[in-house]
């Protein structure tokens, strides 16, 4: 199993940046798709996750309002729309899959993408 984000790069104060995470190899189905971020000397904070199934979706507030999270079935891909980003943005963010397995989640991990927010 496998996720590989792409779409990270430097963008100015107030610009946009659309991240993908593509999953493949999966045997069972994912159940969420979450994105996480971890900006220098912090610990990993969550962004956003949604439902695969479902579509329900969830947001840090620091993020509500400027980011959307969506994802396309047939390709099996999330996306995290970034609009009106901000310094405080600046991290790498990394895409995770949960698969319910008996009674908890498994989770598996992207290798990560950079996101710079910098004038």
């Known amino acids: 199993a496998q996720l590989v984000e792409s779409g990270g790069g430097l963008v100015q104060p107030g610009g946009s940046l659309r991240l993908s995470c593509a999953a493949s190899g999966f045997t069972t189905a994912i159940s969420y798709m979450n994105w996480v971020r971890q900006a220098p000397g912090k610990e990993r904070e969550f962004v956003a996750s949604?439902?695969?199934?479902?579509?329900?979706?969830y947001y840090t507030d620091s993020v509500k309002g400027r980011f959307t999270i969506s994802g396309d079935n047939a390709k099996n891909t999330v996306y995290l729309q970034m609009n009106n980003l901000k310094p405080e943005d600046t991290a790498v963010y990394y895409c995770?899959?949960?698969?319910?397995?008996?009674?908890?989640?498994?989770?598996?991990w992207g290798q990560g993408t950079q996101v710079t927010v910098s004038s």
């Open positions: 949604m439902s695969w199934s479902g579509g329900s979706t």
């Open positions: 995770k899959g949960q698969v319910l397995r008996g009674s908890g989640l498994v989770d598996y």
